[in-house]
């Protein structure tokens, strides 16, 4: 008598999607804890640092907004810059889109929303193993990350009234961290021929920005030199 050997999939439960998405919680809480105490410094009170956790829900964009804050940046630069940086979330939603269109678009909005680096990677990982993916699970994995992520926003904006000195402590550094371990291991899966290639274009980058702060206010610098290296990068893509 022949088996047929079934494919355990993961169950399609919101705790499912909880437990999957504890090992990813230490990095919400050490980033949302220094967000919330570089935000203090920046000169926002612990409730916009809650209020900006649970309406950006992004730490790039929380970290970038305190810095063009401080700087005295016009509110539509601070608008713009945050909208170009987040840009990547609209190419991760659209990859994981093709699981969820038994699922309204109330339900799909959602699903989009709370999407962060963190719960695509766990998602894609997921859908690369088992070929699909639940909505019970995927809220249970995005509304255990945006909690967590709101609690240490605000619990780093308490303890950043007893800490006005964040650079004493290398707290300000710790989104620049996060996003060179994040290149490190980016530039680890790409294949060696491309490497060369966007080595480049982050040579472009460093010396488009530095020459345009000759001509203009920083948070302009920053957002034409960016927009100005991810043309030529999709140009250039082999």
């Known amino acids: 008598m022949e088996h047929t050997e079934q494919k355990a999939y993961t169950p399609d439960t919101f705790l499912q999607g909880v437990k999957d998405c504890i090992p990813t919680l230490l990095g919400y809480i050490s980033i949302g804890v220094a967000f919330g105490v570089v935000g203090i410094a920046s000169g926002i009170s612990v409730f916009e640092v809650f209020l900006l956790s649970v309406l950006v829900y992004a730490g790039s964009a929380q970290f970038i907004f305190c810095g063009l804050y401080l700087a005295g940046a016009p509110l539509s630069a601070v608008i713009v810059t945050i909208f170009i940086v987040n840009l990547r979330h609209l190419l991760m939603s659209l990859t994981i889109a093709p699981y969820f269109t038994k699922y309204s678009m109330l339900r799909n909005i959602g699903f989009g929303t709370l999407l962060t680096d963190e719960t695509f990677g766990v998602s ?12 019970k699970w995927m809220d249970g994995l995005n509304v255990t990350a945006y909690t967590t992520w709101i609690v240490a926003c605000t619990v780093g904006g308490i303890i950043g009234q007893w800490l006005p000195d964040p650079e004493k402590w290398g707290l300000d550094y710790a989104l620049v961290a996060m996003f060179v371990a994040l290149l490190v291991l980016t530039l680890q899966s790409i294949p060696k021929e491309k490497i060369m290639h966007y080595l480049k274009l982050i040579a472009v980058m460093v010396v488009s920005m530095y020459g345009m702060l000759y001509f203009m206010p920083g948070h302009l610098a920053v957002l034409l030199s960016t927009i100005v290296v991810a043309t030529i990068g999709v140009v250039t893509e082999k």
């Open 124 to 135: 894609v990982v997921t859908a690369g193993k088992e070929g699909r993916l639940g909505g």
